[in-house]
Nanobody, 120 residues
Framework: QVQLEESGGGLVQAGGSLRLSCVASGSIFSINDMGWYRQAPGKQRELVASISTGDSTNYADSVKGRFTISRDNAENIVYLQMNTLKPEDTAVYYC??????????????WGQGTQVTVSS
């Protein structure tokens, strides 16, 4: 009912920047919050950043001051600007949507993931 399309991942050297985008489409009535999570090999998926209604943001301690999450409410897009990337940021990054469909069902959806690789 809600599809998420991520883009912007890739290979970058340490200290570089990338910008991830996630477009939500489908039967969307409202969005409560969207966010980015990541999962490195052998590790659990973890929250990177989230943004909720009213643009309240939340960041993992490891990315504070380096990453910025923002959203375009009109286009249902969430962005993650990642600066000063470190090798430990290497992971698959997943977009997450939590909101209400036109059928007034609350759903939690995940994107397919986009690979971010930071070389040292």
């Amino acid at each position: 009912q809600v599809q998420l399309e991520e883009s912007g991942g890739g290979l970058v050297q340490a200290g570089g920047s990338l910008r991830l985008s996630c477009v939500a489409s489908g039967s969307i009535f409202s969005i409560n919050d969207m966010g980015w999570y990541r999962q490195a090999p052998g590790k659990q998926r973890e929250l990177v950043a989230s943004i909720s209604t009213g643009d309240s943001t939340n960041y993992a301690d490891s990315v504070k001051g380096r990453f910025t999450i923002s959203r375009d409410n009109a286009e249902n897009i969430v962005y993650l600007q990642m600066n000063t990337l470190k090798p430990e940021d290497t992971a698959v990054y997943y977009c997450r949507f939590f909101g209400e469909t036109r059928r007034r069902l609350w759903i939690n959806s995940w994107g397919q993931g986009t690979q971010v690789t930071v070389s040292s």
